[in-house]
């Protein structure tokens, strides 16, 4: 029987986000119609919208409904780095990277979290945006977003927020941490794929990406996708980051048997999302594990999954000083209370072949 342990590629969806996807495809209206039809739409569409504000700390109207967590971040970055330098946390999430190729990277400390002291060095000088994740998707890592908020006010710098593995599973706010711009995605929430948000400051106003019919106050056009959007608002109302002691214990039982049979954690002293681990077993290829492991039923990857399927040296660890490749189990919203019994026993299965060979080697 399989398990599904890679919720941070995408989460299962939640029964509430089903519903309102469902719900969504009834109506025919569009929601920039002025009729009945289009009313309908239009309520769907900003009841979602005030679903995800109120989840993540913005204004119904600083809400900007995108395709995803890609689309959001290359929203704003686009936006707020005209005429500013970049600076970019070493372990960001490709499509950041991808959208400001030029940044200077910060680097992180070898428990993967933003070096403080390099960002307020580097932070004097001209206009500057600083791009940092709230939480890493390989390690699970959670920056100490609040300190380097307070480091970019001081400053005058501009902050976008990729929070796109962090909604739903830790609190995250807009407000409380006085970012410019914050993105979100909504298969990482356990809701539909398509549909993702980007939330705005009061009063920052951005040019659209995508040149349209006005939808989105003018800074997204296109129709908006009503059964994904609708469904990112269900599960943003559902997925309650006080849900997550039973992951995390889970997380710790998973991490304590892997370390006591030789392995190690990346980041494990680090604060960290309850459901993330990633296991490093020396000598061992990520490629090779996580093949193991799913022909034994285990679905779990090696770092990111927005790679075409390539498996390759993680510049995340690289940049933690990690010489070896690891495992990322990331545990969904409805993991089963067996799953930590269920991976182990898989996993030492594995780690125990593995030691052999290795030793038959050197004889």
């Known amino acids: 029987m399989t398990l599904y342990l890679d919720a941070n590629a995408t989460e299962p969806l939640r029964p509430a986000a089903r519903d309102a996807v469902l719900a969504a495809l009834d109506l025919t209206g569009n929601p920039s119609s002025v009729h009945a039809a289009g009313r309908a739409a239009?309520?769907?569409l900003e009841a979602a919208r005030d679903q995800v504000a109120a989840r993540f700390g913005a204004g119904p109207g600083e809400v900007v409904f995108t395709s995803g967590g890609t689309e959001a971040n290359m929203?704003?970055?686009?936006?707020?780095?005209?005429?500013?330098?970049?600076?970019?946390?070493?372990t960001e999430h490709a499509a950041v990277l991808a959208a400001a190729p030029g940044a200077t990277l910060l680097p992180v400390l070898s428990d993967g979290t933003l070096d403080l002291d390099a960002l307020e060095a580097l932070l004097p000088g001209p206009p500057t945006l600083v791009c940092l994740m709230a939480a890493n998707n390989e390690t699970g890592v959670i920056h100490p977003l609040a300190e380097a908020a307070a480091l970019c006010r001081a400053h005058g710098a501009a902050l976008h927020v990729d929070a796109v593995q962090a909604a739903g599973r830790v609190?995250?706010?807009l407000t409380a941490l006085g970012a410019d711009s914050l993105a979100i995605s909504g298969h990482k929430l356990g809701g539909p794929k398509g549909a993702g948000a980007l939330l705005l400051r009061p009063g920052l106003e951005l040019p659209p990406l995508i040149a349209g019919g006005g939808q989105e106050r003018g800074r997204r056009g296109g129709t908006e996708a009503?059964?994904?959007?609708?469904?990112?608002?269900?599960?943003?109302?559902?997925?309650?980051?006080?849900?997550?002691a039973r992951l995390a214990g889970l997380r710790d039982a998973i991490e304590a048997a892997c370390i006591a049979?030789?392995?190690?954690?990346?980041?494990?002293?680090?604060?960290?999302?309850?459901?993330t681990a990633n296991i490093i077993l020396p000598g061992a290829a990520a490629e090779t594990q996580v093949i193991a492991l799913d022909l034994a039923g285990m679905q779990v990857s090696a770092g990111a999954a927005c790679s075409s399927g390539k498996v390759g040296r993680s510049h995340v660890l690289a940049a933690m000083g990690e010489a070896e490749g690891g495992i990322r189990v990331s545990l969904p919203w409805n993991a089963p209370a067996d799953a930590a019994e269920r991976f182990l026993e898989a996993w030492s299965a594995m780690q125990n072949r593995l030691s052999r060979r290795a030793a038959a080697r050197t004889i």
């Open 226 to 244: 009503l059964p994904a959007i609708a469904g990112l608002g269900a599960a943003a109302e559902a997925a309650d980051p006080a849900q997550a």
């Open 261 to 275: 049979l030789g392995a190690r954690v990346a980041g494990q002293g680090a604060a960290r999302l309850p459901n």
């Open 171 to 173: 609190p995250v706010s």
């Open 75 to 90: 929203l704003a970055i686009r936006a707020l780095a005209g005429g500013r330098r970049v600076l970019a946390g070493a």
């Open 42 to 44: 239009r309520r769907v």
